[in-house]
T-cell receptor, first 108, second 113 residues
Framework: GQQVMQIPQYQHVQEGEDFTTYCNSS?????IQWYKQRPGGHPVFLIQ?????EVKKQKRLTFQFGEAKKNSSLHITATQTTDVGTYFC????????FGTGTQLKVEL | EAQVTQNPRYLITVTGKKLTVTCSQN?????MSWYRQDPGLGLRQIYY???????DKGDVPEGYKVSRKEKRNFPLILESPSPNQTSLYFC????????????FGPGTRLTVT
């Protein structure tokens, strides 16, 4: 069945460093969504990408959808402590196949 | 306020004792689903519903039941819980099933002893 892999599983950074998480699908995706889950919280929608090669920015966050629509990435520039949490991509049929997530820890 | 609510938030129970986790949304969303979250496995879909009286299995449906008698409610039923169903459960809703933003409830942490 549909598989969505995400790497790395964990990332520790110093505040101010950049961070990137990658999402790879075994099949072509119609769209991909990104969610953030704060510690103890629930997933919260960040963005959806639909077009091949699409790039979207939200302040310090940059989201990319691969040309073949089988991979995606989330890049955070100059991390802050408020970025702490787990970032999930979701693809597959109707965006319900979630990646395993990347847990980001930011140290002062 | 637009939201998805779940109850209870925490539940400790024993093997075999039937339980229901309720989920309700106030956004008139058609699509609702249940996920379980386990360390290292991300979120896995249990069941989903595309509208009233329309439900279907997700990736891990064994041991669970659902119903959708009203648009706003989508309860998750564990007829005979087992320890391997100890997990964090999330209900989610979206406007439609096709690539819409999903809104998640606060989660229910279930422990089965």
């Amino acid at each position: 069945g549909q598989q969505v892999m995400q790497i790395p599983q964990y990332q520790h950074v110093q505040e101010g460093e950049d961070f990137t998480t990658y999402c790879n699908s075994s099949t072509t995706l119609s769209n991909i969504q990104w969610y953030k889950q704060r510690p103890g919280g629930h997933p919260v929608f960040l963005i959806q990408l639909v077009k091949s090669g699409e790039v979207k920015k939200q302040k310090r966050l940059t989201f990319q959808f691969g040309e073949a629509k089988k991979n995606s990435s989330l890049h955070i520039t100059a991390t802050q402590t408020t970025d702490v949490g787990t970032y999930f991509c979701a693809g597959g049929k109707w965006g319900v196949t979630f990646g395993t997530g990347t847990q980001l820890k930011v140290e002062l | 306020e637009a939201q998805v609510t779940q109850n209870p938030r925490y539940l400790i129970t024993v093997t075999g004792k039937k339980l229901t986790v309720t989920c309700s949304q106030n956004m008139n969303h058609e699509y609702m689903s249940w996920y379980r979250q386990d360390p290292g496995l991300g979120l896995r879909q249990i069941y989903y519903s595309m509208n009233v009286e329309v439900t279907d299995k997700g990736d891990v449906p064994e041991g669970y039941k659902v119903s959708r008698k009203e648009k706003r409610n989508f309860p998750l039923i564990l007829e005979s819980p087992s320890p391997n169903q100890t997990s964090l459960y999330f209900c989610a809703s979206s406007l439609t099933e096709r690539g819409s933003e999903q809104y998640f409830g606060p989660g229910t942490r279930l422990t089965v002893t």
